[in-house]
Nanobody, 130 residues
Framework: EVQLVESGGGLVQVGGSLRLSCAASGFTFDDYAVGWFRQAPGKEREAVSY????????YYADFVKGRFTISTGNAKKTVYLQMNSLEPEDTAVYHCALSLPLPSCSVVISYGLESLMAYWGQGTQVTVSS
């Protein structure tokens, strides 16, 4: 059974940093994407970043470019989101998600990231205090 477990959230001051972790297990396919999403109360869920296992392609939403970095661990089934220069607007529950098997990373562009995600973690709260 596929499991994704997030950790690393917490309370941080404006301008501070956090590193979120997503530990994925229970799957055997090699070509996939892992994405980070966030949802604040009263707002729609939005994609933050993703990384493709096949070629390492990464994507960042405009509102985190230059501040957040996505990466994988040595085993490639742990995905990190390094968040720097945090702002109050970054406050949200952050979820990681695993895609269906992908024929290529380019399908993320063709079909959209969220539509390809089949498995979701429980989420971790990030609160940025002003």
């Amino acid at each position: 059974e596929v499991q994704l477990v997030e950790s690393g959230g917490g309370l941080v001051q404006v301008g501070g940093s956090l590193r979120l972790s997503c530990a994925a297990s229970g799957f055997t396919f090699d070509d996939y994407a892992v994405g980070w999403f966030r949802q604040a109360p009263g707002k729609e869920r939005e994609a933050v970043s993703y990384i493709c296992s096949s070629d390492g392609t990464t994507y960042y939403a405009d509102f985190v470019k230059g501040r957040f970095t996505i990466s994988t661990g040595n085993a490639k089934k742990t995905v990190y989101l390094q968040m720097n220069s945090l702002e109050p607007e970054d406050t949200a529950v952050y979820h990681c998600a695993l895609s269906l098997p992908l024929p290529s990373c380019s399908v993320v562009i063709s079909y959209g990231l969220e539509s390809l995600m089949a498995y979701w973690g429980q989420g971790t709260q990030v609160t940025v205090s002003s």
